[in-house]
C-alpha cells in the first residue's frame, strides 16, 4: 500500500511541471484610464520590445485619472510557445519578481490631465539572467489577482547568426509571401537540431500573426535551412494607412476637421477611408503598424503630448451582418476590444469609431472578426508586393534543459 502511494506520488510530481506549462500567456486589456503603454529599449519603439540580455528597458504608460496611485510589476518566464515555464523566479530573476513602480511624473500644461509612469528593468531590485521570453504585469495596491495590463517581451543572446528573404509565393502567386530563413551555428554547438532547435516568425511584430515550433527543411554544414516551406507562407496584405496629429490645432493630409468641444478637448476627424480590397496596389511608406509619440510643441513628450479623440470612418461594401469591424493596430497592441470595435451609422452609411490617442504618428488598418475569427484582408486586401517586416526567433533547448534561451534574432523584409 505504501509503496503503491509513493508511486502515485511520484507520478504527480512529474506531471506537475508539464501541467503547468499549460497555461499560456493571456494578455491583460487595459481599462478606460491606462493608455499608451510602451516598452522600449533605449531610443527604440518598437512595437515587440526584444532586447539583448543585459540591456536596458523601460515600460511607460499615463494614468488619465490623476489620482495618487500605486502601481506594482510582476515579472514571469515563458517557454518559447507562450506557455508558463516550470522555472521557479529565483531562476531567471537576481532579486524580485515583483516590486512597486515609484517612479511617475504629472502632465504640465496639457487640457487632459495624466499621471505619466515609468520603470526601468533591469534595476537595484530586478535583474533578468536568461534569455527568452517574459511578461510584465502592472497590477494595483499589491494586488496580483487584479492586473491592470500585460505586455511581452523578450531577451536576447547572439549565439547564431539569422538572417532571412522574403519572395512571392509558390502557391497563392498574388496574394502570399513566403519567408526563407538561414540559421548559421557556425560557433556555437548544436549536437541536435531538428530537436533542440525552434523557429518563430513574426510578421509586423503582429502577435496575431506568430508561427511557432518550426522546425529547419534541410540541415547542412553549420547551417539549419527553412526554405520554401509551406508554414512559413503569410498573406502579405496591403500597406498601412496612417495620420499624424503633431499639431492638434490643425487640419493636415490626413486631418479633415478638427472640433474643440465643451471640456476644451480636441476632435481630430480622418478623411473616410475606403476598402481596397478590389483596387490595385500602391505603394506608400508606412512604420509596418507601429505608432510613435510626437508633438510639435512639447519639449517632453513624455508629459507634455496631449491626448486628442481621434475620429475614424470607412466607407466600404456591405459586411456580412455576422461580422463586426475593428482598427487595428500596435497602438493598443492588437487588440480587438469594444474601444476600436467600428459602429456602422446608417445616416452616413459608414463605419465609425473614436478613439482617445496621445499626439503621434500612427498606423493602422481595418479588420473584421467573424466568429472569433480574425480576417485581416477582408477590406484592405492582399498583395505580394507589400513592404512587410518579418521578425525571426531561433529558441534552444538542450537535453535536461527546463527552459528555452533565444539564441538569435533577425529580420526580413
Not at 27 to 34: A, E, G, K, S
Not at 87 to 114: M, P, R, V
Not at 118 to 134: A, F, H, M, Q, R
Not at 192 to 210: A, F, H, R, T
Request: one cysteine or more; hydrophobic letters at 30%; a neutral charge.
Amino acid at each position: 500500500m505504501k509503496l503503491k502511494k509513493i508511486t502515485t506520488l511520484l507520478l504527480l510530481l512529474a506531471l506537475l511541471p508539464y501541467n503547468y506549462a499549460q497555461n499560456s500567456f493571456k494578455t491583460v486589456i487595459p481599462p478606460d484610464n491606462i493608455k499608451t503603454i510602451q516598452i522600449n529599449a533605449g531610443k527604440s519603439t518598437g512595437n515587440i520590445p526584444i532586447i539583448k540580455l543585459g540591456s536596458k528597458l523601460s515600460l511607460s504608460f499615463d494614468d488619465l485619472t490623476v489620482d495618487e496611485k500605486i502601481y506594482y510589476y510582476k515579472i514571469n518566464y515563458y517557454n518559447s510557445d507562450w506557455t508558463t515555464s516550470s522555472l521557479f523566479s529565483s531562476e531567471y530573476i537576481t532579486g524580485f519578481a515583483s516590486d512597486e513602480i515609484s517612479e511617475y511624473s504629472y502632465s504640465y500644461n496639457t487640457i487632459q490631465s495624466y499621471v505619466h509612469y515609468t520603470l526601468e528593468l533591469p534595476n537595484d531590485l530586478t535583474t533578468l539572467t536568461k534569455s527568452g521570453n517574459y511578461s510584465i504585469t502592472v497590477y494595483e495596491e499589491d494586488n496580483e489577482d487584479k492586473p491592470i495590463f500585460s505586455r511581452r517581451f523578450m531577451l536576447y543572446e547572439n549565439k547564431v547568426i539569422v538572417g532571412g528573404t522574403v519572395k512571392r509565393s509558390n502557391r497563392q502567386l498574388f496574394e502570399d509571401q513566403n519567408v526563407n530563413v538561414t540559421v548559421n551555428y557556425a560557433n556555437f554547438t548544436i549536437p541536435n537540431p531538428m530537436e533542440y532547435i525552434k523557429l518563430s516568425v513574426i510578421q509586423n511584430n503582429d502577435w496575431n500573426s506568430i508561427k511557432e515550433n518550426i522546425k529547419p527543411l534541410f540541415i547542412r554544414e553549420n547551417q539549419l535551412l527553412y526554405h520554401n516551406m509551406r508554414n512559413l507562407d503569410f498573406k502579405a496584405g496591403n500597406e498601412f494607412l496612417y495620420f499624424e496629429s503633431k499639431d492638434y490645432q490643425l487640419n493636415t493630409n490626413y486631418i479633415a476637421h478638427v472640433r474643440q468641444d465643451e471640456t476644451g478637448m480636441y476632435h481630430h476627424y480622418l478623411y473616410t477611408n475606403y476598402a481596397r480590397k478590389n483596387k490595385p496596389y500602391t505603394y506608400f511608406p508606412d512604420i509596418n503598424g507601429n505608432f510613435k509619440i510626437t508633438s510639435s510643441t512639447a519639449d517632453d513628450l513624455a508629459i507634455e503630448a496631449e491626448y486628442i479623440y481621434v475620429h475614424f470612418s470607412l466607407e466600404t461594401f456591405a459586411v456580412n451582418p455576422d461580422e463586426t469591424v475593428y482598427v487595428y493596430g500596435a497602438f493598443n497592441d492588437w487588440a480587438l476590444t469594444d474601444k476600436n470595435r467600428m459602429q456602422y451609422n446608417p445616416t452616413s452609411k459608414k463605419y465609425e469609431c473614436t478613439i482617445l490617442l496621445k499626439q503621434g504618428f500612427y498606423n493602422y488598418k481595418y479588420v473584421t472578426v467573424n466568429n472569433k475569427k480574425l480576417n485581416k484582408t477582408a477590406i484592405s486586401g492582399s498583395f505580394y508586393q507589400t513592404e512587410n517586416e518579418y521578425l525571426l526567433l531561433v529558441y534552444y533547448r538542450e537535453f535536461g534543459q527546463q527552459y528555452d534561451s533565444l539564441i538569435g534574432v533577425g529580420t526580413a523584409k
